[in-house]
Nanobody, 124 residues
Framework: QVQLVESGGGSVQAGGSLRLSCVIS????????MGWFRQPPGNERAGVAS????????YYADSVKGRFTIAQDRSKSALYLQMNSLKPEDTGMYYC?????????????????WGQGTQVTVGS
């Protein structure tokens, strides 16, 4: 059974930083896409950052470029999201997700496995 478990959310003031973690277990693919998505209050979920575990390319939503960094530790089956210069509009539930394949865009339907989410709240 595939499991993704996020951690690291919390409350922070604008300009602050948080680091989210996601550990995946039970996934049978050797290489796959992993992504971070977020759902702001009252809005739809959207992609934030993604990567292919066997590649070097990383993908970011325009709204987070230069502030967020996605990274992985394959030895720990872990995915991270370093979030700097946080803004109130970054507030939302953050989810990590996994998808088979190597085309790691933000199409939610391709991500078959999801974590339970971790809340990030940025105060003004």
């Amino acid at each position: 059974q595939v499991q993704l478990v996020e951690s690291g959310g919390g409350s922070v003031q604008a300009g602050g930083s948080l680091r989210l973690s996601c550990v995946i277990s039970g996934y049978g693919y050797r290489s796959y896409c992993m992504g971070w998505f977020r759902q702001p209050p009252g809005n739809e979920r959207a992609g934030v950052a993604s990567l292919y575990t066997a590649g070097s390319d990383k993908y970011y939503a325009d709204s987070v470029k230069g502030r967020f960094t996605i990274a992985q530790d394959r030895s720990k089956s872990a995915l991270y999201l370093q979030m700097n210069s946080l803004k109130p509009e970054d507030t939302g539930m953050y989810y990590c997700a996994a998808a088979p394949g190597s085309w790691c865009d933000f199409k939610e339907t391709e991500y078959l496995h999801w974590g339970q989410g971790t809340q990030v709240t940025v105060g003004s």
